[in-house]
Protein backbone atom coordinates (compact mmCIF):
# COMPACT_ATOMS: atom_id res chain seq x y z
CA UNK A 1 0.00 0.00 0.00
CA UNK A 2 1.26 3.24 -1.06
CA UNK A 3 1.41 5.99 1.66
CA UNK A 4 -1.48 8.21 -0.36
CA UNK A 5 -3.43 5.39 0.20
CA UNK A 6 -3.55 4.94 3.69
CA UNK A 7 -4.27 8.94 4.02
CA UNK A 8 -7.47 8.88 1.97
CA UNK A 9 -8.31 5.66 4.21
CA UNK A 10 -7.93 7.58 7.28
CA UNK A 11 -9.79 10.36 5.62
CA UNK A 12 -12.44 8.23 4.42
CA UNK A 13 -12.80 6.41 8.43
CA UNK A 14 -12.98 10.42 9.29
CA UNK A 15 -15.93 11.38 7.15
CA UNK A 16 -17.76 7.82 8.27
CA UNK A 17 -17.42 8.38 11.79
CA UNK A 18 -18.54 11.80 11.94
CA UNK A 19 -21.85 10.87 9.97
CA UNK A 20 -22.35 8.35 12.09
CA UNK A 21 -22.07 10.82 15.10
CA UNK A 22 -24.97 12.42 13.57
CA UNK A 23 -26.99 9.57 12.41
CA UNK A 24 -26.56 8.14 15.86
CA UNK A 25 -28.35 10.95 17.60
CA UNK A 26 -32.12 9.72 18.50
CA UNK A 27 -34.89 11.60 19.28
CA UNK A 28 -37.60 8.88 19.79
CA UNK A 29 -36.72 9.36 23.25
CA UNK A 30 -37.35 13.33 23.72
CA UNK A 31 -40.33 13.02 21.56
CA UNK A 32 -41.70 10.09 23.57
CA UNK A 33 -41.20 11.86 27.03
CA UNK A 34 -42.88 15.22 25.24
CA UNK A 35 -45.94 12.88 25.18
CA UNK A 36 -45.69 11.63 28.22
CA UNK A 37 -45.78 15.58 29.54
CA UNK A 38 -48.33 16.73 27.31
CA UNK A 39 -50.51 13.37 27.60
CA UNK A 40 -51.02 12.34 24.11
CA UNK A 41 -50.74 9.07 22.75
CA UNK A 42 -49.74 9.28 19.36
CA UNK A 43 -47.05 11.76 17.04
CA UNK A 44 -50.79 13.10 15.16
CA UNK A 45 -51.94 14.62 18.23
CA UNK A 46 -48.09 15.93 19.15
CA UNK A 47 -48.02 17.61 16.31
CA UNK A 48 -51.48 19.33 16.89
CA UNK A 49 -50.44 20.21 20.45
CA UNK A 50 -47.07 21.57 19.20
CA UNK A 51 -48.67 23.29 15.91
CA UNK A 52 -46.87 21.59 13.44
CA UNK A 53 -46.69 19.54 10.42
CA UNK A 54 -47.27 15.86 11.36
CA UNK A 55 -44.42 15.06 8.99
CA UNK A 56 -42.24 17.13 11.25
CA UNK A 57 -42.81 14.94 13.37
CA UNK A 58 -42.40 11.66 11.67
CA UNK A 59 -38.76 12.89 10.03
CA UNK A 60 -38.00 13.82 14.44
CA UNK A 61 -38.11 10.20 15.12
CA UNK A 62 -36.85 8.93 11.80
CA UNK A 63 -33.99 11.21 12.27
CA UNK A 64 -34.53 12.86 8.94
CA UNK A 65 -34.00 16.19 10.36
CA UNK A 66 -33.10 18.03 13.49
CA UNK A 67 -34.74 20.43 15.87
CA UNK A 68 -34.49 23.60 14.90
CA UNK A 69 -34.28 26.58 16.94
CA UNK A 70 -38.25 27.44 16.57
CA UNK A 71 -39.42 23.76 17.45
CA UNK A 72 -36.94 24.16 20.89
CA UNK A 73 -38.75 27.47 21.51
CA UNK A 74 -42.24 26.03 20.62
CA UNK A 75 -41.50 23.53 22.74
CA UNK A 76 -40.59 25.45 25.87
CA UNK A 77 -43.71 27.70 25.04
CA UNK A 78 -46.10 24.34 25.41
CA UNK A 79 -44.52 22.23 27.88
CA UNK A 80 -43.14 25.43 30.14
CA UNK A 81 -40.08 22.92 30.33
CA UNK A 82 -36.82 25.32 30.07
CA UNK A 83 -34.82 24.99 27.05
CA UNK A 84 -31.68 23.92 28.80
CA UNK A 85 -33.51 21.13 29.64
CA UNK A 86 -35.18 20.34 26.39
CA UNK A 87 -31.46 20.54 24.93
CA UNK A 88 -30.44 17.98 27.72
CA UNK A 89 -33.00 15.78 26.16
CA UNK A 90 -31.63 15.80 23.08
CA UNK A 91 -28.39 15.13 24.27
CA UNK A 92 -27.30 18.76 23.50
CA UNK A 93 -24.44 20.77 25.27
CA UNK A 94 -25.69 23.47 27.34
CA UNK A 95 -24.22 26.96 26.34
CA UNK A 96 -22.22 28.66 28.36
CA UNK A 97 -22.03 32.17 29.20
CA UNK A 98 -19.43 34.04 27.13
CA UNK A 99 -16.61 36.17 28.93
CA UNK A 100 -16.57 39.66 28.05
CA UNK A 101 -18.59 42.31 28.71
CA UNK A 102 -22.74 41.26 29.06
CA UNK A 103 -25.35 42.92 30.14
CA UNK A 104 -25.30 41.93 33.54
CA UNK A 105 -21.59 43.59 34.04
CA UNK A 106 -21.98 46.91 32.55
CA UNK A 107 -22.82 49.98 34.09
CA UNK A 108 -24.52 52.36 32.02
CA UNK A 109 -24.43 55.99 32.80
CA UNK A 110 -27.68 57.54 33.59
CA UNK A 111 -29.10 59.49 30.32
CA UNK A 112 -29.43 63.07 30.41
CA UNK A 113 -32.92 64.57 29.66
CA UNK A 114 -32.95 66.30 26.32
CA UNK A 115 -32.94 70.21 26.36
CA UNK A 116 -35.93 72.09 26.77
CA UNK A 117 -37.23 73.33 22.70
CA UNK A 118 -38.49 76.67 22.17
CA UNK A 119 -41.97 76.75 21.51
CA UNK A 120 -42.77 79.14 18.29
CA UNK A 121 -44.58 82.27 19.17
CA UNK A 122 -47.15 83.72 16.39
CA UNK A 123 -44.96 85.81 15.07
CA UNK A 124 -42.68 82.91 13.98
CA UNK A 125 -45.67 81.01 13.02
CA UNK A 126 -46.69 83.62 10.02
Do not use: F
Not at 87 to 109: D, H
Amino acid sequence: MTPEKTDKEKTMNDLESVAGSSASCNHGPMLDALMANLKVTSDAALSRKLMVPPPVISKLRNNKIGVSAGLLVRIHDVTGMSINKVRTMLGLPIPQPREGRTLKNVVYSPIAPLPARKRRTARNAE
